[in-house]
Every structure is written in C-alpha cells, then in structure tokens.
C-alpha cells in the first residue's frame, strides 16, 4: 500500500487548499478513504471519510466548508477546503481504513502540512 499526499501549504484564513492523495497497491474503488490530521499536541482526529459507494463523513468541525471526493479511475482521494481558519492548521494524512470484526486499522500517508494564519 502506497499512500501519497499533496497540495498542502501556507495560505490566509478564509482562503482554500486542495489537498489530493494517489494512492496505488491495492484495491481502490472498493475501498474506504478517510483525510485526518493532527494538530501540534493534540491527537489525530477525522476529517472526512468517502466510502467505496461514495458516502460521506466530516467531522462538525469541517461540515459545509470541507468536500472530499475520489476519483477511481485515477485513484485519488481530494480534500476541498474552503473558509479555512487558523484552527485547521495540522498536518493532514491521507488513510486507507480497513474494516475488521475488532475495529478499524488503518495504512497512512506520509502527511502534508496546511498552516491558516489569522
């Protein structure tokens, strides 16, 4: 499993970034994307998550500012983000999610960093 992000960077509150994965080694149409991030001394949380029939899930935090999308022909998973404010800054990781009985486990990328300053 292959896990490439991009499209992340400096930009001003109200501004947008387009961040996109390409992932490769494994099945993609029929698998869950998730984009979550880590902000400096708090835990990774989820952003947004595409199912492989195209179901969505954001967190409040990001709902109604915040699209992700994937494109299988391609196999990339994007994240539009739009109305970013200061508290969006994080390193944001692109995931493959992978259901078992016991829970999620997860293959991540190696992250891109979105700093919003104010």
């Known amino acids: 499993v292959q896990l490439q992000a991009s499209g992340g960077g400096l930009v001003q509150a109200g501004g947008s970034l387009r961040l996109s994965c390409a992932a490769s080694?494994?099945?993609?149409?029929?698998?869950?994307m998730g984009w979550y991030r880590q902000a400096p001394g708090k835990q990774r949380e989820l952003v947004a998550r595409?199912?492989?029939?195209?179901?969505?899930d954001y967190a409040d935090s990001v709902k109604g500012r915040f699209t992700i999308s994937r494109d299988n022909a391609k196999n990339t998973v994007n994240l539009q983000m739009n109305s970013l404010k200061p508290e969006d800054t994080a390193i944001y990781y692109c995931a493959l999610e992978i259901r078992l009985i016991v829970g999620l486990t997860y293959y991540w990328g190696q992250g891109t960093q979105v700093t919003v300053s104010s």
């Open positions: 595409i199912r492989s029939g195209d179901i969505t």
């Open positions: 080694g494994f099945r993609f149409s029929t698998s869950d």
